[in-house]
């Protein structure tokens, strides 16, 4: 990535948080401790933005993530709040279907998801203006349309996508440039990386979230955290009508 276009880029990406927390804060940052969440988080620590983060800790959940999420506490000095499915939903569930219940259709797997990140993000998300997610444009076919900004209707609040139109040259350059701490299983092949089950290695020329939930068509590739929505992001006069 040119000099010129990397500064351009991160400018944009730190003014978008600083709107976000100027208009709606507080705010707060869901990691899934990926390439693009840690650079968001290297971005809002390093110029002290104030932004929260989370994370949903599925239970499966790879140890790399797991241990990457305390590499990240000693680097940065931030609480990455961790948010755990609820006990008597995912045993239920787990006593219908069994820990591989996701590959036996669609909806055993997107009622996993639900469980195990739908609901917590609800949790996570609770006292909050908006959030902020590593969204990418050209992670796949499910993101193309990605906007800046949006209003999440199901949670009721705005939604903030730095990344947007950052490509994954991008993001490796400014994580090269500054160092940050990132998942070791990139490096190995998974540029996208959620639950270990659900994940694997990608094929070249394969899009970077064609291993997630690798067995489904990719239009069916979104665990229920982003769901598709063209509404524009309302103002605050709406909101509050």
């Given at each position: 990535?040119?000099?010129?276009?990397?500064?351009?880029?991160?400018?944009?990406?730190?003014?978008?948080?600083?709107?976000?927390?100027?208009?709606?804060?507080?705010?707060?940052?869901?990691?899934?401790?990926?390439?693009?969440?840690?650079?968001?988080?290297?971005?809002?620590?390093?110029?002290?933005?104030?932004?929260?983060?989370?994370?949903?800790?599925?239970?499966?959940?790879?140890?790399?993530?797991?241990?990457?999420?305390?590499?990240?506490?000693?680097?940065?000095?931030?609480?990455?709040?961790?948010?755990?499915?609820?006990?008597?939903?995912?045993?239920?569930?787990?006593?219908?279907?069994?820990?591989?219940?996701?590959?036996?259709?669609?909806?055993?797997?997107?009622?996993?998801?639900?469980?195990?990140?739908?609901?917590?993000?609800?949790?996570?998300?609770?006292?909050?203006?908006?959030?902020?997610?590593?969204?990418?444009?050209?992670?796949?076919?499910?993101?193309?349309?990605?906007?800046?900004?949006?209003?999440?209707?199901?949670?009721?609040?705005?939604?903030?996508?730095?990344?947007?139109?950052?490509?994954?040259?991008?993001?490796?350059?400014?994580?090269?440039?500054?160092?940050?701490?990132?998942?070791?299983?990139?490096?190995?092949?998974?540029?996208?990386i959620g639950c270990a089950p659900c994940t694997r290695a990608i094929n070249?020329?394969?899009?970077?979230?064609?291993?997630?939930?690798?067995?489904?068509?990719?239009?069916?590739?979104?665990?229920?955290?982003?769901?598709?929505?063209?509404?524009?992001?309302?103002?605050?006069?709406?909101?509050s009508s």
């Amino acid at each position: 990535m040119p000099q010129t276009h990397a500064i351009s880029h991160t400018k944009a990406a730190r003014a978008l948080m600083i709107d976000a927390i100027r208009d709606h804060g507080p705010v707060t940052l869901a990691s899934s401790m990926g390439a693009e969440d840690m650079v968001l988080v290297d971005l809002i620590a390093t110029n002290d933005l104030g932004i929260d983060v989370f994370v949903l800790d599925t239970g499966r959940l790879h140890t790399e993530t797991l241990a990457l999420v305390q590499q990240a506490r000693a680097r940065y000095g931030i609480d990455f709040k961790m948010y755990v499915p609820d006990t008597e939903q995912l045993q239920t569930y787990l006593a219908s279907h069994g820990p591989d219940g996701i590959f036996n259709s669609i909806d055993t797997r997107k009622t996993c998801c639900a469980i195990r990140k739908v609901e917590p993000l609800g949790r996570a998300l609770k006292g909050y203006g908006a959030w902020i997610t590593g969204m990418r444009r050209d992670q796949s076919v499910t993101r193309l349309g990605v906007p800046d900004s949006e209003w999440d209707e199901p949670n009721g609040l705005h939604k903030y996508n730095p990344l947007a139109n950052w490509s994954s040259e991008d993001v490796w350059a400014y994580i090269d440039q500054h160092k940050v701490p990132h998942n070791p299983l990139h490096k190995q092949g998974y540029p996208s990386i959620g639950c270990a089950p659900c994940t694997r290695a990608i094929n070249e020329g394969e899009d970077d979230r064609a291993g997630r939930w690798w067995w489904e068509n990719p239009d069916t590739k979104e665990c229920g955290l982003h769901p598709a929505s063209e509404n524009p992001a309302p103002t605050k006069s709406e909101v509050s009508s």
